[in-house]
């Protein structure tokens, strides 16, 4: 089955840029499928961040539309993320996940274990 | 923006009791898009249902769902000890997102 694992710095600056890199296993990346990023700040809920599709069509949160880009590389099975000008409330888990998509249905039906990033000086 | 509301925040049950789980939306969503997932400490959300009610594969079958246009709910029938976690609703059309989720607690 597909396997999905985040990887990238475990601290950043603030106001710099955070960038991570989700590699896809088992699957490619070129499919109907679109790829997503969640986040999770400690002790709170999940937050949808963005998607993109194999293609290269993205879609943002709108809070965060400003700051994020996602970024699809086919060739090598990964999709990244990139947040800028972050700030302690960046601080969270984030996951990335295979966003199932077909005529009738969309799903997150894969994940990443997460990865742990926080925002300090 | 759709926003997803589940209650209650938190459901103190015992195992064998059934628990129902409410997520309502700010606006009309297509049951197709609507998803619930479980997460327990330190693990990926793993997705339960699509589909406002198919239940995704290996889940066993005391998951249920249901509910259309703004409400929508997971029932489990009856709970079994691995079933204490926090369960989200999540959208997938538009705008995106996920209820604030609902922690089930041992009593």
């Known amino acids: 089955q597909v396997q999905l694992q985040e990887s990238g710095p475990g601290l950043v600056k603030p106001s710099g840029t955070l960038s991570l890199t989700c590699t896809v296993s088992r699957g490619t990346i070129s499919s109907t499928n679109w790829w997503s990023w969640v986040r999770q700040s400690p002790g709170q809920g999940l937050e949808w961040i963005g998607e993109i599709s194999h293609n290269g069509i993205t879609r943002y949160n709108s809070s965060l539309r400003s700051r994020v880009s996602i970024s699809v590389e086919k060739a090598k099975n990964f999709f990244s993320l990139t947040l800028n000008s972050v700030t302690a409330a960046d601080t969270a888990v984030y996951f990335c996940?295979?966003?199932?998509?077909?005529?009738?249905?969309?799903?997150?039906?894969?994940w990443g274990p997460g990865t742990m990033v926080t925002v300090s000086s | 923006e759709i926003v997803l509301t589940q209650s209650p925040g938190t459901l103190s049950l015992s195992p064998g009791e059934g628990a129902t789980l409410s997520c309502r939306a700010s606006?009309?969503?297509?049951?197709?898009?609507l998803a619930w997932y479980q997460q327990k400490p330190g693990q990926a959300p793993r997705l339960l249902l699509y589909g406002a009610s198919r239940r995704a594969s290996g889940i066993p079958d005391r998951f249920s769902g249901s509910g259309s246009g703004t409400e929508f709910a997971l029932t489990i029938s009856s709970l079994d000890p691995e079933d204490f976690a926090v369960y989200y609703c999540h959208h997938l059309v538009d705008s995106p997102s996920f209820g604030q989720g609902t922690k089930v607690e041992l009593k």
């Open positions: 996940a295979r966003v199932y998509t077909s005529s009738w249905y969309r799903y997150l039906d894969y």
């Open positions: 606006q009309s969503v297509n049951y197709n898009f």
